[in-house]
């Protein structure tokens, strides 16, 4: 059997971190098993969804390098979701229901009021063709729910292991409203079927869906997939990330300089059995990927940890990866400044502050201008790889400064910065004739 999975987002917003890892773990998934990965856009709801975040959603699917095999629109199929919906009437599984928001409410109320589960009680399977009728002539439209059978449904779930759910404890879910709006989860499985989903990957907030899901799929005699519910993000204070997350978008991320191996890294090894380093490449983590490396306990998000990657992500990067960006940001200043900076970078656009500092202009920062003269006398005529150790030690000759008293001014002078590359790497980079100038005190 060879694997084929989904993604299923709604355009009704931007995609962030918690979407995203599942988009992520479905695709992993797929390379692991060298099966296919589907992009279904379920924008059933046409009054809340957009072009652009579609749009928004594929950009960033693409720029974190999750691509897709095969993509559909579900606004494009209502025709199947139709043909399921009167397979599912005709077979009495699909009921009409005439009661009003309100209704309900107000019989959930008396239901808990009695220590009740507030489950939805089945009265319009009671009503008559002629009451139906009566309902209709009035002009009141039905909404339509599923009839659960009731029982036990147990899966082997990928990431859970052994799952069950028991029908007979949940209403029967509406899968059309009064508007005629198909609610997510008849199309999902009609989709399923169709495109030959082998398994469904998602959030573990989706698990009492899967009870009448896979009812749904026995009642339209299909065969059922796999499936895999994996635990939701926490933040680093163990909480939920959920009412967070809207500002965790993909797109900000992007925005604040954050390189996408960096994000798939993170999001697809916390919660597992694999060190939390950087990937070399999306496919390389795909590689490695196990459901079996999962825990059940919660994935840690913690932005200290994706920093961290981020920098290693950098640390890494050869200078044939780096070169177009630095030739973008008008940085390029060769191999060898590449090499000496991508170290210190946290972000990839620290390299301008690098890169101001080989080439100027930079303001020098001189708290002794007796040593920065003494500084001055001692430079040697040539500035090579060696320059550095032969003029620090004299500098400490002249001055009497030692460690950190010696180095740190003299960074601070040459650079501008308390922190940065290493000085030996950076001096022949500077050249003498700005070292000279920065001694003086003059931008340069
Ligand atoms: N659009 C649904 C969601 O984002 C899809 C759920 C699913 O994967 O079945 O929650």
Redesign the pocket.
Known sequence: MSVKV?????PTGKLHVG?VR?ALINWLFARAHGGQFVLRI?DTDLARSTAAFEQGIEDDLAWLGLIWDERHNQSKRFDRYEAAADRLKAAGRLYPCYETGDELDRRRKVQLSRGLPPIYDRAALELTEAEKAAYDAEGRKPHWRFRLEGKRVAWEDLARGHAEVDTASMSDPVLIREDGLFL?TLP?VVDDIDMGITH?I??ED?VT?TGAQIEIFEALGAGVPGFAHTPLLVGADGQALSKRLGSLSISDMRDQGYEPIAITSHLGRIGTSDPLDVAGTVEALGAGFAFSKMGRSPARYDTADLDRLNAQALHAMSYEVAAPRLVALDCDLGEAFWSAVRQNLQKFADVIEMAAMVRGPITPIIEDTGFAEAALTVLPATIDETAWSVWTAAVKAATGAKGKGLFMPLRLILTGQAHGPDMATLVPMIGRERIVQRLKGEAA
């Not at 989904?6 to 709604?10: E, I, K, M, W």
């Open positions: 989904r993604f299923a987002p709604s979407n599942t379920d997510y999902s469904v998602r959030g989706h869906n």
